[in-house]
C-alpha cells in the first residue's frame, strides 16, 4: 500500500514570495490534513477536510493560508505571501475515518520544509 | 479547547533503564488518546491508542493507560533500547469529526 505522499521535499523561499504545497493521500481514505510543525513543537492541525468538504479550519491564517481538495483526492496547500514565521515542516495526513465510524489511525507523509528568507 | 501537556525533554537513559514520559490532558466530553513516535529522519507514526477510559495501549514493549480521573496517559516501557531513540508526541482526539490536538514532544535518547 502506498502511503502518503507529499512534494517538494524542501522549499526555499525569500518573504513575501508565494509557495504551494501538494499532498496525494492514501487511496480511500476519506479525511485529510494539513498540519505545521514549527521546530521544537508538536503539528499543530491547519485545516481537516472530509472528502473535499472542510470541517476545521479554525487555525488557518486565513489572509494568507488557502487550501482546497478537489474531487476528494489530491490537496494543495497555498501561502501568499509568505512571512518569515512561516517556516516550518507542512505535514499532510491521511486516516480512513468517516462521522460515527470509530477512530482510525492517520499516516503522515514525510513533510515538506518550507524556509523562509 | 482541548490541549495536551507532556513533560520536557529531552530524557536520556542507559540502555535497559525504564522509561516514562508522562502526558496530560483537557478535552471535553471523551477524547480518544494516542502516542505517536518520530524516528530521526522518518515521519510520524502511530505507536498506540486507547478510545476509552481505562483501555491500555501497547505496542513494540510499550504501554499507556488511559486514566480518565487523573486525565493522563503516561507512556512507560520495561527496558529501553538504543533503537528507541526519537521524539514521542502524546496527542488527543475529540469531536465527530475527530480533530487531533498534539502536544509538543518528548525526545528520547538511549545510550548504550
Known amino acids: 500500500e502506498a502511503g502518503v505522499a507529499q512534494s517538494p521535499r524542501y522549499k526555499i523561499i525569500e518573504k513575501r514570495q508565494s509557495v504551494a504545497f501538494w499532498c496525494n493521500p492514501i487511496s480511500g481514505h476519506a479525511t485529510l490534513y494539513w498540519y505545521q510543525q514549527i521546530l521544537g513543537q508538536g503539528p499543530k492541525l491547519l485545516i481537516q477536510f472530509q472528502n473535499n468538504g472542510v470541517v476545521d479550519d479554525s487555525q488557518l491564517p486565513k489572509d494568507r493560508f488557502s487550501a482546497e481538495r478537489l474531487k476528494g483526492v489530491d490537496s494543495t496547500l497555498k501561502i501568499q505571501p509568505a512571512k518569515l514565521e512561516d517556516s516550518a515542516v507542512y505535514l499532510c495526513?491521511?486516516?480512513?475515518?468517516?462521522?460515527?465510524?470509530?477512530?482510525?489511525?492517520?499516516?503522515f507523509g514525510p513533510g515538506t520544509r518550507l524556509t523562509v528568507l | 479547547g482541548d490541549s495536551v501537556t507532556q513533560m520536557e525533554g529531552p530524557v536520556t537513559l542507559s540502555e535497559e533503564a525504564f522509561l516514562t514520559i508522562n502526558c496530560t490532558y483537557t478535552a471535553t466530553g471523551y477524547p480518544s488518546l494516542f502516542w505517536y513516535v518520530q524516528y530521526p529522519g522518518e515521519g510520524l507514526q502511530l505507536l498506540l491508542k486507547?478510545?476509552?477510559?481505562?483501555d491500555k495501549g501497547s505496542n513494540k514493549g510499550f504501554e499507556a493507560t488511559y486514566r480518565k480521573e487523573t486525565t493522563s496517559f503516561h507512556l512507560e516501557k520495561g527496558s529501553v533500547q538504543v533503537s528507541d531513540s526519537a521524539v514521542y508526541f502524546c496527542?488527543?482526539?475529540?469531536?465527530?469529526?475527530?480533530?487531533?490536538?498534539f502536544g509538543t514532544g518528548t525526545k528520547l535518547q538511549v545510550i548504550p
Open positions: 495526513a491521511s486516516s480512513f475515518n468517516a462521522p460515527g465510524q470509530g477512530v482510525y489511525e492517520q499516516f
Open positions: 486507547a478510545t476509552k477510559a481505562d
Open positions: 496527542a488527543l482526539s475529540s469531536g465527530g469529526y475527530q480533530k487531533v490536538t
